[in-house]
């Protein structure tokens, strides 16, 4: 089977902090073991953008989180 990862995913997973990185991280372990595909697009890539670079006050990701990404 085909999954569009969700930007949210990909959101958690780059805040290890946050309560659902793990279960996020696990997901995608899981599918990846099972051998299904798995795609991101070019707009989840954008709203991931505009999500990660938002002031933190406003959701944003910290600078620091930033520059590991």
């Given at each position: ?56 006050e406003r959701n944003g990701l910290s600078d620091?989180l930033l520059v590991t990404i």
């Amino acid at each position: 089977m085909t999954y569009l990862i969700d930007t949210n995913i990909i959101l958690r997973i780059a805040q290890p902090n946050h309560p659902m990185c793990a279960e996020s991280l696990n997901a995608l372990a899981r599918l990846r073991r099972q051998k299904e595909n798995c795609y991101l697009t070019h707009q989840n890539l954008v709203e991931f953008w505009r999500s990660a670079t938002r002031p933190i006050e406003r959701n944003g990701l910290s600078d620091k989180l930033l520059v590991t990404i």
